[in-house]
């Protein structure tokens, strides 16, 4: 995400509904938002897509080395689109959910062939991208270009559901409610909104914090209603865990490991040596197959893809 130029504050006199959310985020966001690459102009549209992709169900930690290797070697989409799909699966390395890989090269295939290289700036056409959906248009189109957008990622979701709905947590699956609410609640001004989107998701990610929330930090945290009422408990379905050891996840990711590593075709003998249990070893590689991850070939060989 990228940080629009600053605008000026909405007037009290404004009846956008949380307009006293506003200003104090917003000014919180000027003096403590992160110094990352994808929100400095350079990047432009491309390198705020690259960061949407990344980022998503990964930490800023494990994303930045990946980022610059990947702008160093693709700065345009024509040049990641001129490569085969195994390649930008091999570039992703230990990123997790490497099916994004393949959605991100997609993209970038379509953007060179119907938008002569340029990431668009229509919400509507960047939607229509294969691998988009609706937070990452939303995101391009208000980070990138910055539009009047509802951006709801985990992050964002959880401030507005402590600040304004008074919950502890949003609920497991992106709600019509919660659009909603989203929409409402964006400054009528589109550089004021889109400075909000980038405010609002930062300060979920640095202070109201999944665990461990850290109010006395908080810039809205006299207003917050999930605090003015004692912050209780969560009581709705059950948080999901992430776990990954033992998991099919880790099996992909193993197998996987080899393939990138790899610069010829590898043999089935290879690959049975990395997971003990034939089995679940045998669905993670079909798993692979299937998602376009891995193209098998004569002879028990297998290999990145390569269309």
């Known amino acids: ?62 994303v930045l080395p990946v980022y610059e290797q990947w702008l160093a070697r693709w700065p345009r989409p024509a040049d990641l689109a001129a490569e085969a799909p195994g390649e930008a699966v091999r570039a992703w390395g230990r990123l997790g959910y490497p099916r994004r890989a393949l959605r991100l090269h997609g993209a970038a295939v379509a953007i060179t062939e119907r938008h002569g290289g340029d990431v668009p700036c229509d919400h509507a056409q960047l939607l229509a ?18 539009q009047r957008h509802a951006v709801l990622d ?10 304004v709905t008074g919950v502890q947590y949003p609920p497991n699956a992106t709600t019509a409610a919660e659009r909603k609410l989203a929409r409402a609640l964006l400054p009528e001004d589109e550089r004021t909104a889109a400075r909000w989107a980038a405010a609002s998701m930062e300060l979920g990610a640095l202070v109201c914090t999944a665990r461990n929330e ?26 999901r865990g992430q776990t990954y050891a033992g998991t099919d996840r880790q099996v992909r990711g193993k197998l996987l490991a080899v393939l990138r590593e790899a610069h010829a075709a590898v043999p089935q003998a290879v690959l049975d040596r990395v997971w003990h249990e034939p089995v679940q070893r045998a669905r993670a590689l079909d798993g692979l197959v299937a998602d376009g991850l891995v193209e098998p070939l004569p002879d028990g060989l297998y290999r990145l893809p390569l269309t």
């Open 1 to 62: 995400m990228t940080a629009p130029t600053k605008p000026p504050h909405s007037s009290p006199a404004d009846a956008v509904p949380g307009a006293d959310l506003h200003s104090p985020v917003i000014d919180w966001f000027e003096d403590n938002a992160r110094d990352l690459p994808w929100r400095h102009p350079e990047a432009g549209a491309w390198g705020v897509m690259v960061s949407e992709f990344m980022l998503q169900q990964t930490p800023v930690s494990r």
């Open 129 to 146: 991208l294969p691998g988009i959906g609706e937070y990452t248009a939303a995101a391009v189109a208000s980070f990138a270009y910055g």
């Open 154 to 163: 985990t992050n964002v979701r959880r401030v507005l559901a402590r600040a």
């Open 214 to 239: 850290t109010c006395v930090r908080c810039p809205i945290a006299a207003q917050c209603a999930w605090r003015l009422a004692g912050k209780p408990e969560h009581d709705g379905p059950p948080r």
